[in-house]
């Protein structure tokens, strides 16, 4: 699962949680944050309409590849 909370206006923290094969590490590395494989984080900035857009493109991409 994802979660994003608004730390501050325009900042953004992303919480992944994963089981495998997906790695919320490697999703989370895309945005400079890091974790493990089953459970990551990172901060992002925009607004609640470009975070969203990125984390789901990001997360689709990922899903994609898993082929």
């Known amino acids: 699962g994802l979660t994003l909370r608004e730390k501050e206006p325009g900042r953004y923290k992303l919480s992944a949680r994963t089981h495998a094969p997906v790695d919320a590490g490697a999703l989370c590395a895309l945005f400079g ?8 984080g ?4 925009g607004t609640p309409e470009e975070v969203t857009e990125k984390v789901l493109s990001a997360a689709k991409n990922a899903l994609r ?3």
């Open 65 to 67: 590849d898993l082929g």
């Open 33 to 40: 944050g890091g974790g493990h494989a089953r459970a990551a």
């Open 42 to 45: 990172c901060e992002i900035a």
